[in-house]
């Protein structure tokens, strides 16, 4: 894997990077890890990704919750004018 971050001139930030496994809704999913030039990178259940969060169910419920405050004042400031 190493060797095609390379050959794409890509660098990993170890720092900032999360691993997650997408399932369904239905499939239980074990604890995991990834081990990426010595390190251990564990799973984790949500991430930010380009301004989005999505979990490892594809749901989206996460970042809804963050965005109906925003759009709750925006409708208020609309309804004032």
């Known amino acids: 894997m190493k060797g095609w971050f390379s050959a794409n001139?890509?660098?990993?930030?170890?720092e900032k990077t999360n691993i997650m496994k997408f399932t369904s809704c239905y499939h239980q999913n074990e604890a995991f890890q990834f081990i990426y030039q010595k390190k251990i990178i564990t799973g984790t259940n949500n991430t930010k990704f380009l301004g989005l969060e999505?979990?490892?169910?594809?749901?989206?419920?996460?970042?809804?919750?963050?965005?109906i405050?925003?759009?709750?004042?925006?409708?208020?400031?609309?309804?004032?004018?």
């Open 54 to 67: 999505p979990d490892k169910k594809i749901s989206w419920k996460n970042n809804v919750q963050k965005i």
């Open 69 to 81: 405050p925003k759009l709750s004042s925006a409708c208020y400031l609309v309804r004032r004018m």
């Open 9 to 14: 001139g890509l660098a990993v930030k170890m």
